[in-house]
């Protein structure tokens, strides 16, 4: 017991629960405690690592709810039998309307690869909402921890008080830089340096950028992608229109930019445009100007969902590797489930470029 019961140091950065919570899982994990076996009493418990009763409670029943210990009224705390183990209970959170965000490609691939990740790691799991959550932290007590999706930067603070306090939490889809989690995405960096890469090989230097979801994660990698893809290529000219609010609506604006770029005199010969419905919409404007793809533009967009199909031609994309992710995302929430002092990991994924047929060479004319 005397691993147990020693003072818990005052001179770590880690919150004093997690710390008490790592220790007796430690012990519980090496089998230095059986099944059935009694713990201290929480009152001399308490006074022997230094702390407040109600500090070790709160550790004490974290660890009832994740089925290591069980309590017996009038007995006390026991070591539980795991040999039927307790499932980890992972919530799954997404901002927005919660049916509209699974019906989504983008958040309905990664939460049904989540649902199916947690069945083969014997985890069961729940659906949040972001915008609840934010308003009631203690939604998060009711599971072990949390894989949020992609969180749009308004919340990305109040996600980091949640984490700071004991919450295992893991962001899929998204990397917010200077915070402390544990963050696992596809490389939206690599993915636009590779749409402009493919298009500058092919003689494009007049390309513009085309974006969505300024608080969007992926839509500023993407734009930082190409930007410096853009800037390493000799004689490339950059031109950023401006963004639509919305993924699934070229903005007034946007709309306006657009036509105005394409009618010039010396247009832009291709497009890298940062999803796949706005493409759709950018196939249709820019053929109702004249100036079809990819004969009067080439144009690259990012992920794969079927209602591509619609577009007048087969669009070239960078495809985001949504089985490794989520695999990964299983990999690592379970990581810190088990250890909550666990040191928060990154991890980008490689996107994969899909040659179609609306890029070719720009056409002599069109410099």
Not at 21 to 35: H, K, P, Q
Not at 157 to 169: D, I, K, N
Request: aromatic share 6%; proline share 7%; hydrophobic share 40%.
């Amino acid at each position: 017991m005397t691993k147990l019961c020693s003072p818990v140091p005052r001179d770590s950065n880690q919150p004093v629960h997690l710390l008490i919570r790592s220790r007796i899982l430690e012990v519980l994990r090496d089998g230095e405690l059986a099944a059935g076996d009694k713990l201290p009493a929480e009152p001399e418990w308490a006074d022997q690592l230094g702390v407040s009763r109600m500090t070790l409670n709160k550790v004490l029943v974290s660890l009832v709810q994740d089925g290591w210990l069980e309590r017996v009224k009038g007995k006390g705390t026991f070591v539980a039998d795991r040999g039927a183990e307790t499932k980890l209970k992972i919530g799954i959170v997404i901002a927005e309307d919660l049916q509209g965000a699974i019906n989504n490609y983008y958040f309905g691939s990664l939460y049904f690869g989540l649902v199916g990740g947690a069945a083969e790691h014997g985890c069961q799991t729940d659906l949040i909402r972001l915008q609840n959550l934010v308003q009631d932290p203690s939604l998060a007590d009711g599971f072990d921890g949390l894989v949020v999706i992609n969180p749009p930067q308004p919340y990305v603070r109040a996600l980091a008080e949640l984490g700071a306090s004991g919450h295992p939490m893991v962001l899929l889809g998204s990397t917010w830089p200077g915070t402390e989690f544990s963050c696992i995405d596809s490389d939206n960096v690599l993915a636009a340096a590779m749409a402009v890469q493919h298009l500058t090989e092919m003689g494009h230097r007049r390309i513009d950028f085309i974006g969505a979801c300024p608080n969007d994660a992926n839509s500023i990698d993407r734009l930082r992608g190409y930007t410096t893809a853009m800037g390493i290529c000799p004689g490339a000219e950059t031109f950023v229109h401006p963004w639509s609010a919305d993924a699934t609506e070229l903005s007034a604006e946007a709309k306006d930019s657009i036509r105005a770029r394409l009618g010039e005199n010396n247009p832009p010969t291709a497009l890298v445009v940062g999803g796949p419905i706005i493409a759709l919409q950018i196939c249709h404007l820019a053929g109702s100007g004249g100036r079809s793809i990819p004969e009067g533009a080439s144009l690259v967009t990012f992920d794969d969902p079927g209602f591509l199909a619609a577009s007048p031609v087969a669009l070239s994309t960078v495809v985001q590797p949504f089985t490794e992710m989520v695999k990964r995302a299983m990999d690592e929430i379970t990581r810190l489930c088990e250890n909550p002092l666990a040191t928060p990991r990154a991890a980008l994924c490689r996107p994969e470029l899909i040659v179609r047929k609306s890029t070719a060479a720009p056409r002599p004319h069109s410099h």
